[in-house]
């Protein structure tokens, strides 16, 4: 797959787990320090980087994981099992297993 006709940049440093599914695939990027678990799945203009230029680290991003369109995930976080990240939600802190993060910031809460 062409990635740059797809409007895709994933990092060949990023680590991504199986069966990731990107069913629209503009405008995602994955940082070079990313951790993706099993079974992801990731829509469109999804950001997973870090918070700046300066800090090289990045999100973990746990199994069975939905990352809504828009979404941006950045620095030393993790993403935990089973959770889900609202469309435009800005992730800049931990969501626990089984949570929904939604909102800029982001706010946590339980499914």
């Known amino acids: 797959m062409n990635l740059l006709l797809h409007s895709i940049e994933i990092s060949p440093l990023a680590r991504i787990g199986p069966g990731l599914v990107i069913p629209h ?4 990027v994955i940082g070079g320090g990313a951790v993706i ?3 992801v799945t990731i829509y469109q203009n999804v950001t997973i980087g870090t ?5 090289y680290r990045y999100p973990s991003i746990g199994d069975n994981t939905v990352l809504f369109s828009g ?3 950045v620095g030393p976080i993790k993403i935990g099992n089973n959770a ?3 469309a435009n939600a800005v992730v800049v802190s931990d969501v626990p297993n089984d949570s929904i993060a939604l909102g800029i910031p982001a706010v946590v809460k339980n499914k």
């Open 25 to 28: 695939t503009l405008g995602i």
């Open 51 to 55: 918070k700046n230029g300066k800090d």
């Open 84 to 86: 889900v990240v609202g």
């Open 71 to 73: 979404c941006v995930v």
């Open 37 to 39: 678990g099993r079974d």
